[in-house]
């Protein structure tokens, strides 16, 4: 369902690398970006927030949910973006549980619609598997693949 | 009934899949819960109105202060069911 939504909002990349952390952010969020869900006003505060508070954002090994505030300036829709690339993101050199290969940005105004994302966005990650499925996509068709594998 | 207040950096991503998690951890506990969630700096200030504060790691020692009052436990991953009830019967508010 998230993924199908993704898909045919065209919020989804597949890359190879990013040259830090910090390009992650940018270039994660670059199909959000492009349609004006988000301006680099909103990822600029989530790179001074992870400088504050650390990769806080990393809810498990390999998935990043890079997100500032509801509401946040910069930010102008609700909306979930994928990203997936191939080389590790190295959030912490101390802490391999902290790299990323999994990026689902979050822009939120509208506090049910962020609310109903969230659920869906839950919902997904808890079904055992779906992160290898994941990480193994490499097209839009892959993600439609696995968006019905796990509507069930 | 117990109060749970979860929280992370922003209050608006992490914090919510936590409020959801620990929602489910709760019922599956049979344990009547209203869980709020808030981003860090609120919850400084409000934690001490919960019975417990369920937060990630890095943010266990902003609670220093109240953990003679309030409960502070903390979570890894924000979904992890079994995580939550582990937290909630190590509080002692659930057996």
Known sequence: ?152 | MIKVLVCCASGSGTSMMMKLTAEKACKALGVDAKVEHAPIAEAKSSARNFDIVITSPAFVSTFDSIKDRVKIAAVKNPLSQPEYVNALKESGLVK
């Not at chain 1, 990349?13 to 349609?35: H, K, M, N, R």
């Not at chain 1, 990650?125 to 594998?149: F, N, R, Y």
């Open chain 1, 1 to 152: 369902m998230l993924l199908k939504d993704i898909v045919e909002a065209n919020h989804y990349l597949f890359t190879d690398s990013f040259e830090s952390w910090q390009d992650s952010i940018y270039g994660a969020a670059q199909p959000l970006v492009d349609d004006g869900t988000l301006d680099k006003e909103y990822l600029d505060k989530i790179i001074e927030n992870v400088n504050t508070y650390g990769p806080y954002f990393i809810i498990m090994p390999d998935v990043a949910m890079p997100h500032s505030t509801l509401g946040g300036a910069g930010c102008h829709k609700t909306a979930i973006g994928f990203c997936k690339v191939k080389k590790p993101v190295v959030f912490d050199p101390e802490d391999e549980t902290k790299n990323a290969r999994l990026f689902f940005t979050l822009a939120a105004v509208d506090n049910d619609k962020h609310l109903q994302n969230m659920v869906q966005l839950s919902e997904m990650l808890i079904k055992d598997g779906i992160v290898e499925d994941l990480l193994a996509a490499e097209t839009k068709e892959d993600l439609l693949d696995i968006d019905k594998k796990y509507s069930e």
